[in-house]
């Protein structure tokens, strides 16, 4: 599934993103929280979450790259959000951490930025529902797609054949399909639907790439035989 990122939205005109996201066919929403703190860049808090969840029912997926995410946790909930993703570099006991936002009562992700070692997230993996792989630094969105994300997600999905896997960053409809023939399940797309001209016709063309793709490991592309 692709999920449009809002960050690259005109916020005078959010209700209008909203609808014109939705009538593009998107099936859930991912809101980058940003604290300025944990990433050299401030974005939104609660209002905005809040203001979206008085006018629509689609799934509000929150990614919350902040220093003190147990903090905004219970607030993200009460203003609607259905999953919390946490960075795994903001906790000291990321185990912990998942469990307290998994009995708030919402799905959890764990994410993790390029440059941290894969170890930490070892010990909260069987407390969260979702591992969010950033696929470029978190902070901004327009940045080049990390390969290393890709070897990330491959490894993770041949280790949990069942566990969620999400991709965050630089994800187009260039390079959707290998992401997808790497294991990924939900696909974060910022400029690359938001900067189009028609909403609808980049988020079609992103699926199509991702029926394309082949997950267990060769990328077809359409017209194409596999070759491996
Ligand atoms: C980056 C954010 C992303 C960003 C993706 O820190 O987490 O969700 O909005 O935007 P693009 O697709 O433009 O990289
Ligand atoms: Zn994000």
């Not at 005109?10 to 940003?34: C, K, N, P």
């Not at 170890?119 to 901004?140: K, N, R, T």
């Not at 063309?205 to 592309?221: H, K, M, R, T, Y």
């Amino acid at each position: 599934m692709v999920l449009p990122s809002v960050l690259n939205a005109d916020f005078g005109d959010l209700g209008g993103e909203l609808q014109r996201l939705t009538d593009a066919g998107a099936r859930a929403l991912h809101l980058d929280v940003m604290d300025g703190h944990f990433v050299p860049n401030l974005t939104f808090g609660m209002p905005i979450v809040e203001g979206l969840r008085r006018h629509t029912d689609l799934p509000l997926d929150v990614h919350l790259m902040i220093s003190d995410p147990l903090r905004y946790a219970g607030p993200m909930v009460d203003a609607g959000a259905d999953m919390l993703t946490f960075h795994v570099e903001a906790v000291d006991d990321p185990a912990a951490a998942a469990q307290s936002i998994a009995d708030l009562g919402v799905a959890v992700g764990v994410a993790i930025n390029p440059d941290a070692s894969m170890d930490q997230l070892e010990p909260c993996l069987d407390h969260v529902d979702m591992v969010l792989i950033m696929s470029v630094q978190a902070g901004f969105g327009g940045q080049a797609f990390n390969p290393i994300a890709l070897e990330r997600l491959r490894s993770l999905r041949n280790q949990y054949p069942d566990l969620l896997l999400e991709a965050d960053g630089g994800i187009k409809a260039s390079n959707i399909a290998d992401v997808r023939a790497a294991g990924c399940d939900c696909f974060v797309v910022g400029s690359a639907i938001l900067k189009s001209d028609d909403y609808g016709k980049a988020i079609d063309e992103l699926n199509d790439q991702i029926a394309s793709a082949n997950p267990s490991g060769a990328n077809i592309s359409p017209g194409q035989e596999a070759t491996r």
